[in-house]
């Protein structure tokens, strides 16, 4: 069942693709998780572009995303640094990521970037800048 969320005007979010989990060794994140759940641990990758390593367990078509930044100041490796390991995004399914980034700028909401670059998968993204909903950090991606 996939729920609708209508944002405002034409702008519609229709599911959560993943659950953004920042760790500070990803292996044994996985074998903790993939362990618990019973499923096979993914194998992982690595964005030379992002000094990332990441892998996805996917529950129920909803991807638990594991980040494990390579360098000691990424966005990941701060997160972890502050909180530890711990849920770092949300990302929202959407089907015109443009068209809602302008919508949600006009509720005063912020992005990293002004328009959509290509994320670890391969696919448009749009991280939220600063704390994003009341704290809590949101990627907007395209299927």
């Known amino acids: 069942m996939i729920n609708t969320v209508i944002l405002r005007g034409d702008t519609m979010i229709y599911g959560i693709s993943h659950i953004g ?56 490796a701060n997160f972890v640094k502050e909180n530890g390991d711990g849920i770092e995004h949300i990302c929202f399914l959407t089907d015109n990521i443009e068209g809602d980034m302008e919508q949600l700028k006009q509720q005063d909401l912020q992005f990293v970037n002004n328009k959509p670059n290509i994320g670890l998968r391969g696919k448009k993204v749009a991280f939220s800048k600063g704390g994003g909903l009341k704290g809590i950090k949101f990627e907007l991606s395209e299927p």
């Not at 129920?60 to 000691?72: P, Q």
């Open 21 to 76: 989990i920042g760790v500070k060794n990803i292996e044994s994140s996985l074998e903790a998780f993939a362990k618990a759940l019973n499923v096979k641990v993914p194998e992982i990758g690595f964005s030379a572009e992002r000094n990332m390593r990441f892998a996805v367990i996917d529950i129920g078509g909803v991807g638990i995303e594991f980040l494990e930044d390579s360098s000691e100041n990424g966005r990941v």
